[in-house]
Protein backbone atom coordinates (compact mmCIF):
# COMPACT_ATOMS: atom_id res chain seq x y z
CA UNK A 1 0.00 0.00 0.00
CA UNK A 2 1.10 3.83 -0.68
CA UNK A 3 -0.09 6.43 1.30
CA UNK A 4 0.74 10.22 -0.35
CA UNK A 5 -0.16 13.51 1.80
CA UNK A 6 -2.14 15.66 -0.41
CA UNK A 7 -0.93 18.58 1.92
CA UNK A 8 2.39 19.41 3.39
CA UNK A 9 2.90 17.46 7.09
CA UNK A 10 4.13 18.84 10.08
CA UNK A 11 6.19 17.48 12.90
CA UNK A 12 3.86 16.82 15.41
CA UNK A 13 0.38 16.67 12.69
CA UNK A 14 -2.11 13.80 13.25
CA UNK A 15 -2.30 11.87 10.34
CA UNK A 16 -5.84 9.95 10.14
CA UNK A 17 -7.35 7.39 7.56
CA UNK A 18 -11.24 8.42 7.22
CA UNK A 19 -13.41 4.73 7.58
CA UNK A 20 -16.25 5.71 5.56
CA UNK A 21 -17.20 7.40 2.61
CA UNK A 22 -16.23 11.77 3.61
CA UNK A 23 -19.24 12.41 0.92
CA UNK A 24 -22.03 11.64 3.26
CA UNK A 25 -24.05 13.21 5.21
CA UNK A 26 -22.90 13.87 8.78
CA UNK A 27 -25.61 11.91 10.31
CA UNK A 28 -25.02 8.89 7.98
CA UNK A 29 -21.27 8.71 8.47
CA UNK A 30 -21.99 8.92 12.07
CA UNK A 31 -24.10 5.87 11.59
CA UNK A 32 -22.30 3.88 9.58
CA UNK A 33 -19.06 4.30 12.34
CA UNK A 34 -21.33 3.70 15.46
CA UNK A 35 -22.69 0.73 13.87
CA UNK A 36 -18.79 -0.74 12.05
CA UNK A 37 -16.61 0.20 14.33
CA UNK A 38 -18.94 1.22 17.91
CA UNK A 39 -17.38 4.83 17.88
CA UNK A 40 -18.58 8.44 17.50
CA UNK A 41 -16.67 10.35 15.50
CA UNK A 42 -15.48 14.00 16.51
CA UNK A 43 -13.25 14.87 13.59
CA UNK A 44 -13.13 18.58 12.16
CA UNK A 45 -15.82 16.85 9.21
CA UNK A 46 -18.06 15.58 11.79
CA UNK A 47 -17.61 18.09 14.51
CA UNK A 48 -17.09 21.25 13.32
CA UNK A 49 -16.18 23.86 15.86
CA UNK A 50 -18.67 24.95 18.23
CA UNK A 51 -19.90 28.78 18.27
CA UNK A 52 -18.00 30.44 21.39
CA UNK A 53 -19.97 29.80 25.06
CA UNK A 54 -20.00 32.77 26.89
CA UNK A 55 -22.77 31.63 29.20
CA UNK A 56 -24.49 28.25 29.89
CA UNK A 57 -28.06 29.48 30.37
CA UNK A 58 -31.01 27.44 28.57
CA UNK A 59 -31.70 30.08 26.06
CA UNK A 60 -27.97 30.31 25.08
CA UNK A 61 -27.12 26.71 25.22
CA UNK A 62 -30.57 26.10 22.43
CA UNK A 63 -29.11 28.78 20.32
CA UNK A 64 -25.44 27.34 20.07
CA UNK A 65 -27.40 24.24 19.06
CA UNK A 66 -29.17 25.52 16.84
CA UNK A 67 -26.15 27.28 15.21
CA UNK A 68 -24.13 24.15 15.59
CA UNK A 69 -27.22 21.97 13.60
CA UNK A 70 -26.97 24.76 10.89
CA UNK A 71 -23.34 24.56 10.40
CA UNK A 72 -23.31 20.87 10.06
CA UNK A 73 -26.24 20.89 7.35
CA UNK A 74 -24.11 23.57 5.36
CA UNK A 75 -21.58 21.42 5.38
CA UNK A 76 -23.51 18.12 4.73
CA UNK A 77 -25.07 20.55 1.28
CA UNK A 78 -21.65 20.98 0.12
CA UNK A 79 -20.48 17.03 -0.04
CA UNK A 80 -23.77 16.45 -1.34
CA UNK A 81 -22.80 18.53 -4.28
CA UNK A 82 -19.01 17.52 -4.18
CA UNK A 83 -20.72 13.57 -4.62
CA UNK A 84 -23.43 14.93 -7.44
CA UNK A 85 -20.93 16.79 -9.23
CA UNK A 86 -18.95 13.82 -9.92
CA UNK A 87 -22.18 12.26 -11.60
CA UNK A 88 -22.90 15.35 -14.02
CA UNK A 89 -18.73 15.91 -14.95
CA UNK A 90 -18.50 13.70 -18.08
CA UNK A 91 -22.28 14.74 -19.44
CA UNK A 92 -21.40 18.63 -19.03
CA UNK A 93 -17.97 18.12 -20.75
CA UNK A 94 -19.63 16.24 -23.44
CA UNK A 95 -22.03 18.99 -24.07
CA UNK A 96 -19.67 21.97 -23.37
CA UNK A 97 -16.98 19.90 -26.03
CA UNK A 98 -19.48 19.51 -28.98
CA UNK A 99 -19.25 21.17 -31.97
CA UNK A 100 -22.49 22.86 -31.46
CA UNK A 101 -22.40 23.51 -27.98
CA UNK A 102 -24.48 26.64 -27.08
CA UNK A 103 -22.90 26.52 -23.66
CA UNK A 104 -20.88 29.37 -22.49
CA UNK A 105 -16.88 29.19 -22.83
CA UNK A 106 -16.91 29.63 -19.27
CA UNK A 107 -19.44 27.26 -17.93
CA UNK A 108 -16.79 23.86 -17.57
CA UNK A 109 -14.51 25.94 -15.93
CA UNK A 110 -16.83 27.60 -13.43
CA UNK A 111 -18.36 24.46 -12.72
CA UNK A 112 -15.04 22.50 -11.46
CA UNK A 113 -13.02 26.04 -10.09
CA UNK A 114 -16.80 25.71 -8.08
CA UNK A 115 -15.95 22.29 -6.99
CA UNK A 116 -12.68 22.75 -5.95
CA UNK A 117 -13.97 25.77 -3.66
CA UNK A 118 -16.14 23.54 -2.00
CA UNK A 119 -13.64 20.93 -1.33
CA UNK A 120 -11.71 23.88 0.09
CA UNK A 121 -14.29 24.56 2.21
CA UNK A 122 -14.52 21.30 3.56
CA UNK A 123 -11.17 20.33 4.09
CA UNK A 124 -12.36 17.25 1.19
CA UNK A 125 -9.46 17.28 -1.00
CA UNK A 126 -9.54 13.28 -2.09
CA UNK A 127 -10.44 13.27 -5.48
CA UNK A 128 -9.87 16.62 -6.04
CA UNK A 129 -7.67 15.72 -9.27
CA UNK A 130 -10.93 14.99 -11.45
CA UNK A 131 -11.24 18.54 -11.12
CA UNK A 132 -8.15 19.63 -12.03
CA UNK A 133 -7.67 17.63 -14.68
CA UNK A 134 -11.35 18.42 -16.42
CA UNK A 135 -10.00 22.12 -15.75
CA UNK A 136 -6.65 21.40 -17.56
CA UNK A 137 -8.89 19.81 -20.26
CA UNK A 138 -10.92 22.70 -20.23
CA UNK A 139 -8.25 24.95 -21.15
CA UNK A 140 -6.72 22.97 -23.87
CA UNK A 141 -10.14 22.68 -25.59
CA UNK A 142 -10.25 26.41 -24.95
CA UNK A 143 -6.37 26.76 -26.91
CA UNK A 144 -5.27 28.25 -23.88
CA UNK A 145 -1.87 27.37 -23.16
CA UNK A 146 -1.42 29.38 -19.82
CA UNK A 147 -4.70 28.33 -18.35
CA UNK A 148 -3.60 24.63 -19.68
CA UNK A 149 -0.02 24.52 -18.60
CA UNK A 150 -0.98 26.02 -14.47
CA UNK A 151 -3.85 23.28 -14.14
CA UNK A 152 -1.51 20.35 -15.87
CA UNK A 153 1.21 21.56 -13.68
CA UNK A 154 -0.90 21.36 -10.56
CA UNK A 155 -2.24 18.18 -11.75
CA UNK A 156 0.85 16.89 -12.18
CA UNK A 157 2.01 18.11 -8.08
CA UNK A 158 -1.24 16.72 -6.83
CA UNK A 159 -1.88 12.96 -8.68
CA UNK A 160 -1.12 10.04 -7.23
CA UNK A 161 -0.50 8.26 -10.50
CA UNK A 162 0.00 5.01 -9.48
CA UNK A 163 2.65 2.23 -9.37
CA UNK A 164 4.17 0.75 -12.52
CA UNK A 165 3.90 1.42 -16.14
CA UNK A 166 0.49 2.22 -16.37
CA UNK A 167 1.38 5.14 -14.21
CA UNK A 168 4.35 5.78 -15.46
CA UNK A 169 3.04 6.11 -19.03
CA UNK A 170 0.31 8.51 -17.70
CA UNK A 171 2.21 10.68 -16.13
CA UNK A 172 4.91 10.87 -19.47
CA UNK A 173 1.43 11.99 -21.40
CA UNK A 174 1.29 14.89 -19.50
CA UNK A 175 4.53 16.09 -18.94
CA UNK A 176 4.66 15.88 -23.24
CA UNK A 177 1.19 17.45 -23.00
CA UNK A 178 2.85 20.23 -20.63
CA UNK A 179 5.72 20.68 -22.89
CA UNK A 180 3.46 21.31 -26.35
CA UNK A 181 0.05 21.81 -25.20
CA UNK A 182 -0.96 20.99 -29.17
CA UNK A 183 -0.74 17.70 -28.37
CA UNK A 184 -3.36 17.32 -26.11
CA UNK A 185 -6.62 15.51 -27.96
CA UNK A 186 -8.50 18.24 -26.62
CA UNK A 187 -6.56 20.90 -28.03
CA UNK A 188 -8.85 23.65 -29.79
CA UNK A 189 -12.30 21.86 -29.52
CA UNK A 190 -13.77 24.86 -28.60
CA UNK A 191 -11.36 27.39 -30.32
CA UNK A 192 -7.70 28.38 -30.70
CA UNK A 193 -7.84 31.47 -28.12
CA UNK A 194 -4.97 32.47 -26.15
CA UNK A 195 -2.12 30.11 -28.37
CA UNK A 196 0.67 32.06 -26.76
Known sequence: ???????????????????????????????????????????????????????T??????????????????????????SSSMAISDGLWEQWAAPTSSLPSTKI???HEGVLLLRA???YRKGSEINIAYLAHAYAALGDREGFTHWSTKLMEWRPWGPG?????????????????????????RGTGNSQ
Open 1 to 55: MELRAIRPINAGDEISVSYVAQWKARSKRQDELKATYNFTCCCPACEPPSPKKSC
Open 109 to 111: VEF
Open 57 to 82: TKSKSTKLMSEKRAVIAASDGRRMLI
Open 165 to 189: PTGLARRATWERWVEDPTLSPAWGL
Open 121 to 123: EEG
